[in-house]
C-alpha cells in the first residue's frame, strides 16, 4: 500500500513569489495534517482536517497560508507570498481518525531566497 | 502549554553502543509518549508509544519506558547499528481529546562502523 505522498520534493523560489504543496494521503485515512518543520525543530502543526472540515487551523498564519481539501481526499496547501522566514519543510500525514497513528509524507523542503 | 524536551545533538557512537536519548515532558493532561525516527530523505516514522504510566514501548530493538513520576520518556538500545542512524523525535498526545502532536526538538544520531 502506498504511504502518503507529497509534491514537489524540493521547491526554490524568490520571495514574494507564490508556492503550493501537494499531498495525497494513504487511502481511507479521514485525518489529514499539515505540519511545518524548521531546522532543528520538532514538526509544528500547522492544520488538520477532518475529510474535508479544516477542525484546527489556529496556527496557520491566514494572512499568507491557505489550505484546502477538497472532496476530503487530496490536499493542497498555498503560500502567497513567501517570505525568507518561510524556508522550512512542510511534512503531510494521514491517519485513519484523530486518535490513530500518523503516517508521515517525506515532505517538501522549500527555500525561500 | 505542553512541550517535550530531548537531548541535544548530535549523538555520535560506535556500532554495537549502548544509546540513551533522554526525554521529558510537561503536560497539563494526562498524555500518551511516543519516540519518532527520521531516516535520511524518508518521513517521520513511529518507532514506539506507550500509553499509561509504567507502560515500556519497544520495537526494533529500541526501548522507552514511561514514568510518570519523572516526567519522563528515555530512548533506549543495547547495541546500535549503522542503519540506526538517524533523527529521533520524542512526542506527545494528551489522551483527553483532539489535541496535537507535540514534539520536541529532535536528536540526530550517526552510528559509525
Known amino acids: 500500500e502506498a504511504g502518503v505522498v507529497q509534491s514537489p520534493r524540493y521547491k526554490i523560489i524568490e520571495k514574494k513569489q507564490p508556492v503550493a504543496f501537494w499531498c495525497n494521503p494513504i487511502s481511507g485515512h479521514n485525518t489529514l495534517y499539515w505540519y511545518l518543520q524548521n531546522l532543528g525543530q520538532g514538526p509544528e502543526l500547522l492544520i488538520r482536517?477532518?475529510?474535508?472540515?479544516?477542525?484546527?487551523d489556529s496556527q496557520l498564519p491566514k494572512d499568507r497560508f491557505s489550505a484546502e481539501r477538497l472532496k476530503g481526499v487530496d490536499s493542497t496547501l498555498k503560500i502567497q507570498p513567501a517570505e525568507l522566514g518561510d524556508s522550512a519543510v512542510y511534512l503531510c500525514?494521514?491517519?485513519?481518525?484523530?486518535?490513530?497513528?500518523?503516517?508521515f509524507g517525506p515532505g517538501t523542503r522549500l527555500t525561500v531566497l | 502549554g505542553d512541550s517535550v524536551t530531548q537531548m541535544e545533538g548530535p549523538v555520535t557512537l560506535s556500532e554495537e553502543a549502548f544509546l540513551t536519548i533522554n526525554c521529558t515532558y510537561t503536560?497539563?493532561?494526562?498524555?500518551?509518549l511516543f519516540w519518532y525516527v527520521q531516516y535520511p530523505g524518508e518521513g517521520l516514522q513511529l518507532l514506539l508509544k506507550a500509553t499509561k504510566a509504567d507502560d515500556k514501548g519497544s520495537n526494533k530493538g529500541f526501548e522507552a519506558t514511561y514514568r510518570k513520576e519523572t516526567t519522563s520518556f528515555h530512548l533506549e538500545k543495547g547495541s546500535v547499528q549503522v542503519s540506526d542512524s538517524a533523527v529521533y523525535f520524542c512526542a506527545l498526545v494528551l489522551n483527553s481529546g483532539n489535541t496535537p502532536l507535540v514534539f520536541g526538538k529532535g536528536t540526530r544520531l550517526s552510528v559509525i562502523a
Open positions: 482536517y477532518e475529510n474535508e472540515e479544516a477542525v484546527d
Open positions: 500525514a494521514s491517519s485513519l481518525g484523530p486518535s490513530n497513528e500518523q503516517f
Open positions: 503536560a497539563t493532561g494526562y498524555p500518551s
